[in-house]
């Protein structure tokens, strides 16, 4: 609905001359897509009976293994390697806190320089 203002109490109100237009009903031309030159478009996949490839079935054996319910962490299902990496890790990881508090403990305290 249209509206517009009344000119004697300044408030606005329906418009009585309502305009419609006559060509409802033709709607108008889509202009189309033009590509520019060269343009390449993929080739058709043929059809396959679902929407993803086949998994091998080696895959499927560690995805199982990895999704079974067994009380062990998801960084120890590889194995005994597992377990190395994850000691080792250990290891390095105290190595480096240990040596930050021997930093710390040197720059607190500093030596006194010997005249």
Known sequence: MFYQRDSVSGR???SPQ???PS????LPEDPGIVYSPGTVFPKDRPARKGI????????LQRMEQ????DNIPIHLKG???DKVLFG???IMCAAGLAGCFQFFYKMSF???AQD
């Open 110 to 112: 500093p030596k006194k």
């Open 79 to 81: 194995g005994p390697i």
């Open 88 to 90: 080792t890790s250990l």
């Open 23 to 26: 060509n409802l009903g033709s």
């Open 52 to 59: 993803y490839d086949v998994v091998p079935r080696f895959l």
């Open 18 to 20: 309502l305009k419609t």
């Open 12 to 14: 606005i109100t329906s």
């Open 66 to 69: 990895f999704q079974k319910h």
